[in-house]
């Protein structure tokens, strides 16, 4: 119940395509979705994070797509570019418990 | 930047050794964890520590130990360390259960 599904895990997307990533959770008591994006040899960092008191949150090129009643929420990145190419993590967490991760998704955009 | 630090960068060691990662959280951050990413994989949570506390447990072997002092810097300890074990080694902080912010890692290299 602790799980965070992620898919799929990985992604090749054209310079100038939509990327949609997804994840899916059990848990009810999650109240924050944040996605994190991790270049190559570096930390993992914030992208952007939704709560569920609304179905969207944009950002940019980035917008997390969020449904309550599917326990599901996905990341929408627009106009992809090749600066883009990373490995994103969606992630859920509880007033109670700390974020749980999912598996990761690895994108490339091709020019 | 992220506001946490860990050191050092690099690690390289020998197998059978022990080695020791330290971890500097934001400030006001009272919760420090440590994750492990082996090559192309994703975060394996080893450890929670929330004030000095240990506050929740991942997959962290026997032969790894953490600890949070008063000061709230975090440290890991890798002992008998096999080949298995050369990975990313990341600490995060957070000042509840939402937002974990990453450090930029510290790559080990057993040899």
């Known amino acids: 119940q602790q799980q965070v599904k992620q898919s799929p895990q990985s992604l090749i997307v054209q310079k100038g395509g939509i990327s949609i990533i997804n994840c899916a959770y059990e848990n009810t008591a999650f109240d924050y979705f944040p996605w994190y994006q991790q270049f190559p040899g570096k930390g993992p960092a914030l992208l952007i994070a939704?709560?569920?008191?609304?179905s969207e949150k944009k950002e940019g090129r980035f917008t997390i797509s969020f449904n309550k009643s599917a326990k599901q929420f996905s990341l929408h990145i627009m106009d992809s570019q090749p600066g883009d190419s990373a490995t994103y993590f969606c992630?859920?967490?509880?007033?109670?418990?700390?974020?749980?991760f999912g598996t990761g998704t690895r994108l490339q955009v091709f020019p | 930047d992220s506001g946490v630090t860990q050191t050092p960068k690099h690690l390289i060691t020998a197998t059978g050794q022990r080695v020791t990662l330290r971890c500097s959280p934001r400030?006001?951050?009272?919760?420090v964890y440590w994750y492990q990413q082996s090559l192309d994989q994703g975060l394996q949570f080893l450890i929670q520590?929330?004030?000095?506390?240990?506050?929740a447990k991942g997959n962290i072997l026997e032969r790894f130990s953490a600890q949070q002092f008063p000061d709230l810097h975090s440290e890991l300890n890798l002992s008998s360390l096999e080949l298995g074990d050369s990975a990313l080694y990341f600490c995060?902080?957070?000042?509840?259960?939402?937002?974990?912010?990453f450090g930029p890692g510290t790559r080990l290299t057993v040899l």
């Open positions: 992630a859920a967490s509880s007033r109670t418990d700390k974020l749980i």
């Open positions: 400030s006001g951050d009272l919760s």
């Open positions: 995060a902080s957070s000042v509840e259960t939402d937002t974990q912010y």
């Open positions: 520590y929330y004030n000095g506390e240990e506050r």
């Open positions: 939704i709560r569920p008191d609304v």
